[in-house]
């Protein structure tokens, strides 16, 4: 497993400072978000330059960490069109810039019906399906022709929100350039979280082969919700995780979520001891 941070929950210094903390701290992979890292320039969809990304690609190189994840996430099923042209476009160039950058994936979550992208109950519907399976289909399309991996994350409160919706997603596709980020945090919720072994087992054996990249994070719930924090500090059962990626799926990028700089160590310390004294 190799260990990485989301990048904009680092230090708020420059892209080059926060890589060089972060390789401090331990972390050997990141999630690079452009637009959440970067503000001394453009990152617009007409800045993505090869140029761009070759400074880019050499300031993670000289740092010895790998962009396991270049984010991308929009809403694939808003109903403003204009609005939808234009996530995909910024899709198919973050898709474009991956090939350049050789990022691991192009990392995206699946949606809303709205325009605010927040939960609706539609979310959950066939129709809301149907529109998100449509609206993908040419991303993936491009994403194989640019020869990236295109990782959607499944998330309790938008469209692709269950295990088997996911693996319905896979087998629609039918792309080998269609993958998934597993965040087991995000499958859960208030009403189901009690669950949670289930429901992570129930994800292993129906995403187990498509899993491309690990998202780590914990929960608590307080005041009758559901909300995420660091590794370690939480109601998080991560024996089935551990033991899944050590059997299956080895030199993973695993990202830790919901960190800060105060306590990005400690956590990544804390799964490193879970890592450690798992026996399988």
């Known amino acids: 497993m ?9 230090e708020n210094v420059s892209l080059e400072k926060r890589l060089e903390i972060a390789r401090e701290q331990g972390f050997v992979c990141g999630h690079l978000a452009l637009s959440k890292v970067i503000s001394e320039h453009p990152v617009d969809v007409s800045a993505l330059t090869p140029g761009l990304a070759a400074h880019i690609r050499r300031l993670f190189e000289k740092n010895e960490i790998d962009i396991a994840v270049l984010g991308c996430y929009l809403n694939l099923a808003t109903p403003n069109v204009c609005d939808l042209r234009k996530n995909q476009q910024k899709y198919m160039a973050h898709i474009r810039f991956a090939s350049l950058l050789g990022a691991g994936v192009v990392g ?17 519907t066939q129709e809301a399906l149907d529109i998100f399976l449509k609206n993908v289909k040419p991303i993936i ?47 859960l919720d208030i009403t189901n979280h009690q669950n949670q072994k289930e429901i992570i087992r129930e994800a ?27 590794a370690g500090s939480g109601e998080m059962d ?22 800060v700089p105060e306590n990005a160590v400690k956590a990544r310390m804390y799964i490193q001891g879970l890592w450690d ?3 399988i």
């Open 108 to 124: 995206t979550e699946t949606g809303a019906v709205n325009e605010t992208y927040s939960y609706d109950v539609r979310n959950h």
């Open 238 to 259: 991560y024996t089935d995780l551990i033991r899944f990626i050590k059997e299956k799926k080895p030199y993973v990028h695993a990202t830790l979520e919901n960190t």
């Open 141 to 187: 399309s491009y994403a194989e022709k640019m020869g990236v991996i295109f990782a959607i994350e499944p998330v309790f409160k938008h469209i692709v929100n269950t295990p088997a919706r996911a693996r319905e997603v896979l087998d629609a596709m039918k792309s080998p350039n269609l993958q998934i980020i597993f965040d087991p945090v995000n499958l």
């Open 204 to 230: 292993i054996d129906l995403l187990g082969d498509d899993i491309a990249v690990v998202h780590i994070k914990d929960y608590i719930v307080k005041d009758n919700e559901l909300i995420s924090v660091e």
């Open 277 to 279: 004294t798992c026996n």
């Open 2 to 10: 190799q260990l990485g941070i989301r990048l904009h929950d680092t």
